[in-house]
């Protein structure tokens, strides 16, 4: 539920019959009952030190509509069953060659392919058949999963680029060790506005993520710091590749 406040003042003011920003009483994602009953208290609208600065007071109940979940839930599955189709086709392709022709970029076409029927979250249905914030945070993880493997993806194409041995611990570790940073960051902060959402009917994202300012002020210095990286690489890589001998030559 919304709550909309509207101003009034004197005649020359520029705020007049204007409405301010619009404040969430609360949110259910489960209804258990069929009636509710609320009190909400609005204390010092009566001031007599701050006469006809009131004008109204509007109460918006906004409810989701159960065909876009029904269209949600359709769009969702047709991604999914697009995804697993991809995945099963890729992996019976590249099932005529020995893994260790493949290249770089096969090997983790495979993995993202697979990360990516997760990213479609076949469990979302859920969300809908239970109370409970664990359908939604396994989404969110899911999301946020598929994401930064993506990420770690870019890293190791541009930096593989002009690096023909990769072994494992120089070459994959710090970049699994930055992208592991937003990855964490991302589940933690999503894993708690979907906890919190459920425990506390007036709980506020826009006014309780206060509390998690150092975090998300981390999360933001990674986020600089992973594409100052991936430009590095990127910029470095092409860089090379134009220094080798017959770059941009053809045969006829």
């Given amino acids: 539920m919304y709550l909309n406040i509207l101003n009034i003042s004197n005649d020359h003011s520029r705020t007049k019959d204007k409405a301010c920003n619009q404040l969430i009483l609360f949110h259910l994602n489960f209804l258990h009952e069929n009636t509710y009953q609320f009190e909400i208290k609005l204390n010092g609208i009566d001031d007599e030190q701050q006469p006809k600065k009131i004008k109204n007071v509007q109460f918006v109940l906004n409810t989701f509509n159960p065909k876009f979940a029904q269209f949600e839930l359709a769009f969702r599955f047709f991604f999914l069953i697009c995804a697993i189709a991809t995945t099963c ?92 940073f937003l990855w964490i960051f991302s589940v933690v902060l999503s894993s708690v506005r979907i906890g919190q959402e459920f425990r506390d009917p007036m709980y506020n994202m826009t006014i309780d993520i206060r509390q998690f300012t150092t975090f998300r002020i981390i999360f933001y210095i990674v986020g600089i710091v992973y594409i100052l990286y991936l430009l590095f690489l990127i910029i470095r890589a092409f860089g090379e590749l134009r220094n080798m001998p017959y770059f941009g030559m053809y045969c006829y």
């Fill in 89 to 180: 086709l890729f992996t019976k392709s590249m099932r005529r060659f020995s893994i260790l022709d493949w290249s770089l970029e096969q090997r983790w076409m495979i993995f993202l392919l697979i990360f990516l029927v997760f990213y479609n979250d076949p469990f979302y249905p859920l969300t809908f058949l239970i109370n409970s914030s664990f359908p939604s945070i396994l989404d969110g993880v899911l999301q946020a999963t598929f994401l930064c493997t993506l990420l770690l993806f870019w890293l190791s194409v541009y930096h593989g680029i002009r690096q023909n041995v990769r072994r494992f611990i120089p070459f994959y570790i710090p970049k699994i060790i930055l992208v592991s």
